[in-house]
Structure formats: structure tokens, C-alpha cells
């Protein structure tokens, strides 16, 4: 359980030794075949997997049922996980978040999020983002690299020894876009699943709306959550907003999620960013729910919370929200409105990280950013 409700901040980045190789991100079959190839018999590597994902050991020396020998040659050329802590803070509200790298000083960003009936975390799939949406704290540092599979499943093990309960939902919510790294979220899917025992019910992927990734995914027959960031039924709106809108339009993009609920039978997801006077009219609210009517859908309405981006953009009151979530309930569409959690420690995402000294902080006023949520 990690300590009290201060912050931690160290900022402070180290080198690895490169040719130490991280267990976590590999499934037992591989696990078994390492086993196998430092001269062990193959159960070994069912014992290594029970200790990354069901005993949560953060080192090799913590496997004690593992032979002596054994442990000195894993440690040689292996470590459980090569990722660094830079910043934890916890929020008053019982939020953590976590900065964290692989020794190279290129941060992102994971999110402990307990409720009464669940623990649930958001993590990241890229450094940085390179989709430029014009509301998003993470676009303000650009771009670095995709995330690997041991640095996403990474992310919910080092939650998960700090949450005294179990965590059983996850949200690929954080930085970047999980579908421009399609291969390896999946495969962190599949080991949640298979390794860690979640369920695929219980995880959510988020798409600004890559249509041809959509599909892909929708091949795959995965029962998870897609989740689509619309932000505006209106091409015209939607493409000041996102850049990808020029690339793949509303229809477009709604059409390859609607073939994604016929081929997995999930209820869609629209996560939608109320901006005063941009997107929040009563005109938006109609085209939206002529979009998704006939889809079974959820619309889940965030009220923007302040972050410097250029654009001047602002929260809507909440006579504005609640005129635009009154049009959608007229309509009979599935509406909820997202509980903001993390206020106090800069829980959106992209804004702890535009914080920090290293070389994600590519922006003068990304080192500035508030301590807010969005």
C-alpha cells in the first residue's frame, strides 16, 4: 500500500543495464521456454509465471521456491521489470498516479482509480501522443515511441503492489493511441487475460478513431470495451478539434464501430468532451444522438477541466451540460456523466508528465500545466 497522501516527486532517471531482459509481458509457454534454455525443466517457467502476475514479486531474489542456481542465472540476464518510479502522487480523494520510464528518462503516465465497488486503473500505450488533438495535455509534448508489452503490463503489476485490492478493470485511457500500437496491445490484453486472470469484459481500449485499426480489431472477436473519443457528431467541429477527423470523418469512423459491435457484440462507448460554446450546443447534442441511435450505446459526457493548450477553450456551466444531456435522454440515448476524480494531483492526461524535467517536456508551458483534472 503506498504511503500517506504526499506527494513524491523524484524526477530522477537512471540507465539499466541494456542487456537485462524484463520478465513481465511474457506468457507462461514463453516463461517456460526461457526455463527451458537456461537448463531447466519447463515447470519452472509455470513458477516464474505465478510469481510475476499472481505473487506480484517486483524481484527475482523475492522467488524463493525457485532453486538457488536458478535465480543467479535468471538474474544474470533478467529482471522481473526494468521500469523506474519518477513521481507517485496521491490524491486526496484516494487517487494514485504514477510517472514511470524504463531508465531512458521517457516518461508515462498510469492511474490507480479505487472505488467502493471496484479498483480500476488507466494505462498508457505510447510516450507522448502523436494524434494532435487540440484539447489534450499529452499532444503538448509530441511524440517519442510506442510502448512495449512489458511496459503496459508493467504499469498495472506496479499498481497493483500498491492497491490493497485486487485491481480487476482496466482502461487504455492514458497516453497515446492504443490502436497505432495495435500488436502489442493486444498482446497485453491477451496476457491480462490469460496470465493475470482478468476479464476482457473488464477492459476498456479508447480510439480517437483509427477506422482501419477499428476493424482489425473487430476481426480478433475480443470481448472488450471499445470506446470511441468523438467529441462532436459535426465534421466541421470535430476536425478543429482532432486532426484524425480529416483522415477518417464522423461517418466513416462510426460506421467501422457499428462492424465492430455486430462482430463482437459489445455496447459501444462515446466518450464525449463538453467545451463552452465549441461543442456543448443543443444543435450538437441532436446530431449526436442521430448518430448513434439504432446502436446500443453509452455517451459519456466529461465537462472539460482547464488545460493550456492555445485554443482559450473553457469549461461549459452546468446549465450548459445539463441542456445538452436533456437533449440526448429526450432522444432515449444511454447517457452518464464521467465522476472526476484526481483534481489535486494533475490526474489528466499528459499533465503530470508535461511537468517533468526530461524529454517529454517539450513545450514551455507543458512545465506549467495546472493541477487539474480532464
Known amino acids: 500500500m503506498c504511503p500517506g497522501p504526499s506527494v513524491t516527486d523524484r524526477y530522477t532517471f537512471r540507465t539499466l543495464a541494456p542487456e537485462l531482459t524484463p520478465l513481465v509481458g511474457k506468457t507462461t509457454a514463453e516463461l517456460r521456454e526461457l526455463a527451458a534454455n537456461l537448463g531447466e525443466r519447463p515447470f519452472r517457467g509455470g513458477q516464474l509465471a505465478n510469481w510475476v502476475y499472481k505473487r506480484h514479486a517486483a524481484t527475482v531474489d523475492e522467488m524463493v521456491d525457485l ?75 509530441g511524440f517519442d515511441r510506442d510502448l512495449g508489452v512489458d511496459e503496459i503490463v508493467g504499469q498495472y503489476l506496479w499498481l497493483q503492489r500498491i492497491s490493497p485490492r485486487r ?89 467501422a464501430m457499428k462492424k465492430y459491435h455486430q462482430a463482437t457484440g459489445r455496447k459501444l462507448t462515446v466518450e464525449y468532451l463538453l467545451i463552452d460554446h465549441v461543442n456543448d450546443t443543443v444543435d450538437q447534442a441532436r446530431a449526436l444522438a442521430k448518430l448513434v441511435k439504432g446502436t446500443p450505446t453509452v455517451v459519456n ?49 499528459g499533465q503530470l508528465a508535461g511537468q517533468h524535467t526530461g524529454r517529454f517536456a517539450r513545450r514551455a508551458q507543458a512545465s506549467t500545466l495546472p493541477l487539474a483534472s480532464g
Open 167 to 255: 485491481i480487476s478493470h482496466v482502461v487504455f485511457m492514458g497516453m497515446g493511441e492504443p490502436l497505432l500500437n495495435l500488436k502489442n496491445v493486444v498482446k497485453t490484453l491477451n496476457v491480462l487475460h490469460e496470465e493475470v486472470g482478468l476479464s476482457y469484459r473488464h477492459m476498456t481500449v479508447s480510439t480517437v478513431g483509427l477506422a482501419p485499426q477499428i476493424l482489425e480489431l473487430a476481426k480478433l472477436g475480443l470481448p472488450i470495451h471499445l470506446a470511441l473519443s468523438l467529441h462532436s457528431a459535426v465534421d466541421e467541429v470535430r476536425s478543429r478539434l482532432m486532426p484524425v477527423n480529416h483522415r477518417w470523418p464522423v461517418a466513416e469512423v462510426w460506421g
Open 67 to 141: 532453486p538457488a542456481a536458478f535465480r543467479a542465472k535468471l538474474s544474470a540476464g533478467h529482471a522481473v521489470t526494468t521500469l523506474v518510479e519518477s513521481a507517485h502522487r496521491r490524491s486526496t480523494d484516494g487517487v494514485d498516479k504514477l510517472l514511470l520510464h524504463n531508465g531512458d528518462g521517457q516518461v508515462y503516465e498510469c492511474v490507480l482509480l479505487p472505488y467502493e465497488d471496484r479498483v480500476s486503473c488507466c494505462l498508457s500505450s505510447q510516450v507522448g501522443c502523436p494524434m494532435g488533438c487540440t484539447f489534450c495535455a499529452t499532444g503538448l509534448g
Open 301 to 349: 459526457l466529461i465537462p472539460f477541466n482547464y488545460v493550456d493548450t492555445d485554443q482559450g477553450f473553457k469549461r461549459p456551466t452546468k446549465e450548459r451540460v445539463r441542456a445538452f444531456r436533456s437533449v440526448l435522454e429526450a432522444e432515449r440515448v444511454n447517457v452518464t456523466e464521467r465522476v472526476e476524480r484526481g483534481h489535486d494531483i494533475a490526474a489528466a492526461c
